[in-house]
């Protein structure tokens, strides 16, 4: 192979002479091809509905599913009521239950995209009968199943069955102890992607192949079209806890691999979760907002300050650094627009030393090039003999949030300022001596497993925390060890062997805003039942509501949890986030914790960070820890923050509104904001209001 400049962009693929014909390209596109969007998806007037509008449905055909949902509906109700094998009708009563859900929602929503869909709808729901009949009677046979096998977990975040699909290899013994490779292969942008197309490519091999050999492929829905980003994030770690549950998977060796939208999802797993992978293999896509959204979109940009920030979340430029840990194949086709991707990508890695890999398709669009592919799944193959290293001497990591905290067993516990880069690397010197070097952060901590410490179990180590020496205690007799490191206010670290108190409320990792980490976990939105002070403000609270729990489905494919403020339960707060809709006259559970929050709202004004706005046309927009439970949120008056507009492009899937907004209700919602937002900001890492850049 010639190396044609330091991104490694010849290949075996890219000889001199290689005609197009004989590049016989392999289209990874998930559902649908990619859309080639235009200057008409730049207009927020003029904005499509995403997903679109379905097919017609011949009556005897919606007649024949209807007939079909009804008998399956029957058995999954006798099967939840069930006394018999509750343990193993709890566990894989999902894998039955999406079969319906996936038809129910397509038939009811207008969902089907093509006839063949319809037809294939027919066989899901004589699929689920079949699993019923077998759960029932205590088996569960689709598990030890080779080749092309569809699965469904439980979701956590609202408690929908979530599908996700598997290639389980011909060579996979059920009965060794032996565990596999497992690649992710996640999808590219499908805006017709329901549940019944995704189900219909895993059970008929549509839409691309990668053949790593004997290794298992996991193909997450990512929770439909989002980029694999906030649910679609929560939904890889759930689908693959889930997998684990019948198939030994090497922890060791676990490969992120994507095309398309699927690179997008690839790069931001890469640098988010550097300890997890034994590589990463992202392809085409995006990489980060602004700049594609120039290029490929031809979009001019008018975001706000803070959304700039909140870039940073999802840009992996950004994250750069993060690559260093473990080992990264880009992939481009040489004509393809979103090469821009693989090229930030190289430039931003290349500024923090690292020499990236970018393989390039020759004469290749929007495509993965047969040979090229095969040059990847060689080297990949190289790099899961050796497996993911799991203690390296030198960790390098930068996070921007709290949300993303650690890297093999280094781990950031405390942040200057959130969306700030908070940056440490730390190496063993052996014996007994370690470097760390820092900059942003007020605390982190070190974190060896048994077996897994290299220091010297006689010796005390010593580490030199930015040139400050700490002597540590001595690692144990089973080679486990940690080590806790805070900076005090003058600047000094301090080490201890056990984590360092909490006092009050913090910013800490699963607690850090902004308002769109709410919706990444258990959460449950709260109707108000009493009467709002001001008709406008109950008007906008009804329609808003109502929106956030339709488009929860479309954009997420679930069915968000929902009460009334007379019906929480104790429980419910103790276990969900909790969305508060309306304002305290019409929210006792508002009223109830109002005092307890850093706002004043009565009748005539609302008062945020200092500043007062009329209650007659102003509403609140929050996320704050619940008073309730502190170690939940509350949301007020908003479900996640992109709307329509930013459903037509991947990139622009990223959080419109910070830790706090206030809205003028005279301005009525749009396609991209829920009405004029007057003021927003981030709280401090106090959770207390800080002057925000436009102050």
Known sequence: MQCQNLSMQGTAASRPGLSPKLAVFIFLLGSSAVRADGPEDNLPDQVRPVPPSGIVV??????????????????????RASKQNKELIDAYLPDVEICHRAVHDALTYNEFF???E??????????????????????VPWIRETGLVFRAYRSRIDGSAQPYGLEIPATY???????????????????????VAFLMQRSKGQGGKIRPEDAIILHPYGRYSNANKFAGEADLFEALSHAKRDYRIDENRILARGFSMGGAACWQFAVHYPGLWAAAQPGAGFSETPEFLRTFQGETLNATWWQKKLWRWYDATNWAVNLTNFPVIAYSGEIDRQKQAGDAMVAAAEKEGLRLVHLIGPETAHALHPETLAEI??????????????????VRFVTYTLRYPESHWLRVDGLKEHWEPGRIEASLVKPGR??????????????????????????????????????LPRPNSDRSWSACFQRDPSGTWRASETPFPIEGLVKRTGLQGPIDDAFTDAFLHVAPSGKPTHDLHGEWVHSERQRALREWRRQFRGDARATDDASLTAEQIRDHHLVLWGDPSANSALARILDRLPVTWNREELVVAGKSYDAAHHTLAMIYPNPENPARYVVLNSGFTYREYDYLNNAR????????AV???RTPPGSQYPGKVVAAGFFDENWQFKRQPED
């Not at 470097?435 to 410490?453: D, M, N, P, Y």
């Open 114 to 116: 093509k006839e063949p």
């Open 663 to 665: 809205i003028d209700l």
């Open 653 to 660: 899937q990223t959080p419109k509104l910070p830790d706090w």
């Open 377 to 394: 799944e060689s080297r990949l193959a190289s790099i899961a003999s050796l497996g993911r290293n799991q203690v390296p001497d030198t």
């Open 118 to 139: 319809i037809a294939f709808a027919e066989s899901l729901l004589e699929t689920g009968q079949k699993r019923a009949d077998a759960l029932a009677r205590g088996e």
């Open 173 to 195: 013994d059920f009965d060794h102890p032996r565990p596999t490779r497992l690649d992710f292969w996640f999808h590219g942008r499908g805006e017709t992607l329901s549940e």
């Open 434 to 471: 370690m470097t760390v070097r820092t900059s942003g952060l007020t605390s982190f901590s070190l974190h060896f497993k048994s077996g897994e410490c290299p220091l010297d179990p006689l010796t005390s180590p010593v580490a030199s925390v930015d040139e400050q020496d700490l002597t």
């Open 58 to 79: 011949a009556s005897e055909k919606s007649t024949s599913l209807n007939a079909g949902l009804e008998a399956l509906r029957a058995k999954l109700d006798t099967l």
